[in-house]
């Protein structure tokens, strides 16, 4: 049987459609693919060929790529006529998964534009600061959100485009009223370096970062995303393994611009693939809804099934209405899915893989995954905003024999882990996690010294701690940022507690992690008021619900009367406080 880099060499060999060649990306040397795209408007027109193909059903809405597309043109053309939107310009988006979300990101970056996706768990405070961080032009945004956004918008004189309003506002353009319909998409060159996207991570020092994006990084992720599924489709089928050139591998490859993943490898495994269908379960706005899921589907000639929220027993009505083959979210959702009461009433036999990424997903659900689904299996990533999604990841007969691995890269990136100094070290020995490869992003939106803290000579530093061992797999042990991570949401300690010390009854606080079964971890908080002000877990719950997103607000308040402890340098011991909580839960 072949060797996993003899397997990886047969995919990526000279004529093949993920053949690796060498280029400078950013004054940097990298490893890339040498057919990708040239730009992200290049990947959306092949979609013009697919125009009677459904793309999209949100709910009981079926789109097909014919539809979107002329949605895409008719809005790129408003956003150069109308609003004055060019190259560089930053154009907000703020919006639950609907369909013009897509139809946004698609023209913005259509026409130079850098698409700034907001969260939409923001509150006015958040809105407000990243408005003003990133210089948006505009926003687009549904009613919930612009009804948030209307005072800081109106403030920083950014114009605003409703999307399904609800009800009118004052100097908010509505998108049925101000779409150019007919008109063709502007024409704009685009180099695969130009800036195309700013995503916002939580930040360590109280406000989020923007990731910025160049259309190579993204295409790139794109790319590597189709490439390791071929690979990991004759990886688990050694039995089909050949030559460079063969049949075997030009089946496993995929047809498409980017490498339609699941088709190709039930292709390979023998039997007549069924198309994928992917379900959009996690937000648009997060780096894995867009690239991996919605991205590689419209590069893919893909079936994307949309929900209007997360609800376990619509999803498997979804699945079986809609034959949904792929289920890409954080492990807290395939718990729900299993967790829901009629999970056995509705047929999941399309399934083919079910996993995700955004926290480590606990071996029982790994087991309980393979168990429960006749037709796939579970898989894990571990990717971050800073990698467009990509990263190792884990499937098939290599996840059950290794559950608490993440996997393993192909060859675009390069993983090392490295000792304080910088120092790789040896298989087997804990360090800091780096990545390096073309799908990295260029840096933080106007921070250049927090730039430099994660980014050195084209290595990333991830900030979690882990290792890796002979063969390359790779595990994460630790954080070494401090952060939490609440059902695949980022949730900095910092910020969290620069909100709780903006209460003026609150003396000090610590805000840190704790295990929880479904949502990985909870954010939790000890507390010590003012004497004398008499300030309740409740009280402090409420105050921070008006000030941070839902998902940020801690769901363990434990308030105490004694000062917090401290080390010798005067930092509190999270770690003693959070090892009180547990103790007290046993």
């Known amino acids: 049987m072949p060797s996993y880099e003899e397997v990886v060499a047969s995919i990526t060999g000279v004529g093949s459609r993920f053949e690796i060649t060498d280029i400078e990306v950013l004054g940097i040397r990298q490893k890339v693919f040498k057919h990708a795209p040239a730009s992200l408007r290049d990947l959306f027109d092949g979609a013009r060929a697919r125009a009677d193909e459904t793309f999209l059903v949100f709910e009981d809405e079926r789109w097909t790529f014919g539809e979107v597309m002329a949605r895409v043109d008719e809005l790129a053309a408003t956003l150069v006529d109308v609003y004055g939107i060019g190259p560089g310009d930053r154009v907000a988006v703020a919006m639950r998964n609907y369909p013009e979300w897509i139809i946004s990101f698609a023209a913005i970056t259509s026409i130079g534009a850098i698409s700034v996706s907001f969260n939409a768990w923001w509150v006015t405070d958040e809105i407000d600061y990243a408005l003003g961080d990133c210089g948006a032009s505009l926003l687009i945004a549904d009613t919930e959100r612009i009804e ?19 009800r ?3 100097d908010v353009d509505d998108w049925d009223d101000v779409l150019l319909r007919g008109v063709p998409m502007p024409r704009v060159e685009l180099r695969s370096d130009d800036d195309a996207t700013i995503l916002y991570t939580s930040g360590t020092t109280g406000h989020p970062k923007g990731a910025v994006s160049s259309h190579g990084a993204i295409i790139q992720s794109l790319m590597a995303f189709g490439c390791r599924t071929a690979v990991a489709t004759l990886w688990e089928k050694p039995g089909r393994a050949a030559e460079p050139g063969s049949d075997a591998i030009s089946e496993a490859s995929g047809t498409d611009s980017t490498g ?5 490898g039930a292709v390979a495994a023998g039997r007549q693939p069924a198309k994928p269908v992917f379900i959009l379960i996690v937000p648009l706005f997060h780096v894995t809804g867009c690239v991996p899921v ?18 376990p027993e619509r999803a498997l009505q979804l699945i079986e209405r809609e034959r949904v083959t792929q289920f890409v979210g954080v492990p807290t959702q395939s718990w729900d899915l299993l967790e829901s009461p009629a999970f056995d009433k509705y047929d999941t036999s399309t399934m083919q893989k079910i996993g995700g990424g955004g926290a480590p997903a606990p071996p029982k659900l790994v087991k309980r995954v393979d168990e429960s689904f006749s037709g796939g299996g579970p898989t894990i990533g571990y990717g971050m905003t800073e990698t467009n999604a990509y990263g190792p990841q884990n499937s098939g007969p290599d996840y059950l024999a290794r559950p ?3 996997g393993r890269a192909t060859p675009v990136m390069d993983i090392e882990v490295r000792d304080p100094l910088g120092k790789e070290v040896p298989a087997g020995e804990l360090g800091e996690i780096c990545f390096k490869g073309p799908m990295l992003f ?3 939106w106007n921070r250049p010294e927090a730039t430099a803290e994660v980014l050195n000579d084209g290595w990333l530093r991830t900030g979690d701690i882990g290792r890796m061992d002979s063969e390359s797999f790779v595990y994460v042990e630790d954080r070494a940022k401090d952060m939490i991570l609440r059902a695949g949401e980022n949730v900095y300690s910092a910020e969290v507690e620069a909100a709780i010390y903006e209460h003026p009854s609150v003396y000090e606080a610590a805000v840190y992690g704790l295990p929880h079964e479904r949502l990985g971890e909870e954010v939790a908080a000890t507390v010590c008021a003012r004497s004398g002000h008499g300030l309740t877990a409740a009280d402090l719950t409420e105050y921070l619900g008006r000030h941070l997103a839902n998902f940020k607000v801690p769901t363990a308040v434990i308030m105490v009367d004694e000062a917090l402890p401290r080390n010798a340098s005067g930092k509190i011991l999270k770690k003693d406080l959070r090892e009180t909580v547990l103790e007290s839960r046993k």
Do not use: H, Q
């Open 148 to 166: 948030r956004a209307l005072e800081p918008a109106r403030s920083r004189g950014v114009a605003l485009l409703g999307v399904r309003l609800e």
């Open 168 to 170: 009118e506002f004052p």
């Open 260 to 264: 339609s993943t699941a088709e190709s």
């Open 294 to 311: 919605m991205l590689s589907c419209f590069s893919s000639g893909l079936k994307l099934v949309m929900m209007y929220r997360w609800d």
């Open 404 to 406: 608490t691995s993440t």
């Open 442 to 444: 260029r840096g933080y």
